[in-house]
T-cell receptor, first 118, second 115 residues
Framework: KAGVTQTPRYLIKTRGQQVTLSCSPI?????VSWYQQTPGQGLQFLFE???????NKGNFPGRFSGRQFSNSRSEMNVSTLELGDSALYLCASSSKGASGSLSTDTQYFGPGTRLTVL | AQTVTQSQPEMSVQEAETVTLSCTYDTSENNYYLFWYKQPPSRQMILVIR??????QNATENRFSVNFQKAAKSFSLKISDSQLGDTAMYFC????????????FGKGTKLSVKP
């Protein structure tokens, strides 16, 4: 089975621009989560999507948004980029996650997109 | 709010030896899951091992095993017969049962395996 894929792998943008990152989950996985990794703040949860619905959101400003398509692929968008948005953005997928279930499936990560804001 | 603490920013070990990475967490939840992930220089985050809090038996995966102490809220990772390919950042992570996404990570421990 192919793993989680993310495109592009590297991106350079300037302040004020916007950016869209893409994530394709493992086949059959319906839950997609996004994380931001920086040297200062470490790994922080951005949001999670399941069946095209955002079910959970971390503590990030509204400039960070996402969506999920019917084939479970997900995109995240950052508008009005700031220097502090420079980070590695990781996407993870998992196979379970029906609402109300106490089971938690493991999240499998993609290789990440390295975003540099100049 | 849950927190995860890894008190060892860096560690080193000789090839073929055993090393233990520490992790403590704070939560009021009773049902949760704990994970160790490894992130080598390639930056790909790789699952090492997973532990369900309701299981008393410690999880093992080949050379990797955990010491899960629920009352002490401790979750250490033991790597036996260390190999050069084990060189990586190791992250301890917590997830509340039924949580939708939202892995809570520690700051990581940088492990270097020396020949």
């Amino acid at each position: 089975k192919a793993g989680v894929t993310q495109t592009p792998r590297y991106l350079i943008k300037t302040r004020g621009q916007q950016v869209t990152l893409s994530c394709s989950p493992i086949s059959g996985h319906r839950s997609v989560s996004w994380y931001q990794q920086t040297p200062g703040q470490g790994l922080q949860f951005l949001f999670e999507y399941f069946s095209e619905t955002q079910r959970n959101k971390g503590n990030f400003p509204g400039r960070f948004s996402g969506r999920q398509f019917s084939n479970s692929r997900s995109e995240m968008n950052v508008s009005t980029l700031e220097l502090g948005d420079s980070a590695l953005y990781l996407c993870a997928s998992s196979s379970k996650g029906a609402s109300g279930s106490l089971s938690t499936d493991t999240q499998y990560f993609g290789p990440g997109t390295r975003l540099t804001v100049l | 709010a849950q927190t995860v603490t890894q008190s060892q920013p860096e560690m080193s070990v000789q090839e073929a030896e055993t090393v233990t990475l520490s992790c403590t967490y704070d939560t009021s939840e009773n049902n949760y899951y704990l994970f160790w992930y490894k992130q080598p220089p390639s930056r790909q985050m790789i699952l090492v091992i997973r532990q369900e809090a309701y299981k008393q038996q410690n999880a093992t995966e080949n050379r990797f095993s955990v010491n899960f102490q629920k009352a002490a809220k401790s979750f250490s990772l033991k790597i036996s017969d260390s190999q050069l390919g084990d060189t990586a950042m190791y992250f301890c992570a917590f997830m509340k049962a039924g949580s939708q996404g939202n892995l809570i990570f520690g700051k990581g421990t940088k492990l270097s395996v020396k020949p």
